[in-house]
């Protein structure tokens, strides 16, 4: 079945750094695009970054030129450079396998809390 293990996760001070990884087995890679979201405590879950089967990136707003998303192929896995971690960025971060085509499915990670202290 399909699996999706999120890695990377931890305490840091604002201006500092994490790397989240996302491994995925069970699928396709290739096949699917591949997001990162977040869920902060009261709030909504929310798109932090993404990656289409083509290359095709798109960022929050809020992240942009802080973070960056990129997939290897090779390995299955897919990775969130974070970098300038301000407070406002801790949230459960929550990697998701998307498949528009039929037959269309969501998968997702069971997350991994991202806290950034100031």
């Known amino acids: 079945q399909v699996q999706l293990v999120e890695s990377g996760g931890g305490l840091v001070q604002a201006g500092g750094s994490l790397r989240l990884s996302c491994a995925a087995s069970?699928?396709?890679?290739?096949?699917?695009?591949m997001n990162w979201y977040r869920q902060a405590p009261g709030k909504q879950r929310e798109l932090v970054a993404a990656?289409?089967?083509?290359?095709?990136?798109k960022y929050a707003e809020s992240v942009k030129g802080r973070f960056t998303i990129f997939r290897d192929g090779a390995k299955n896995t897919m990775y969130l450079h974070m970098n300038s971690l301000e407070p406002e960025d801790t949230a459960v971060y929550y990697c998701?396998?998307?498949?528009?085509?039929?037959?269309?499915?969501?998968?997702w990670g069971q997350g991994t809390q991202v806290t950034v202290s100031s």
């Open positions: 998701n396998a998307h498949r528009s085509r039929v037959p269309s499915y969501d998968y």
């Open positions: 069970g699928m396709i890679f290739s096949d699917n695009d």
């Open positions: 990656i289409t089967s083509g290359g095709n990136i």
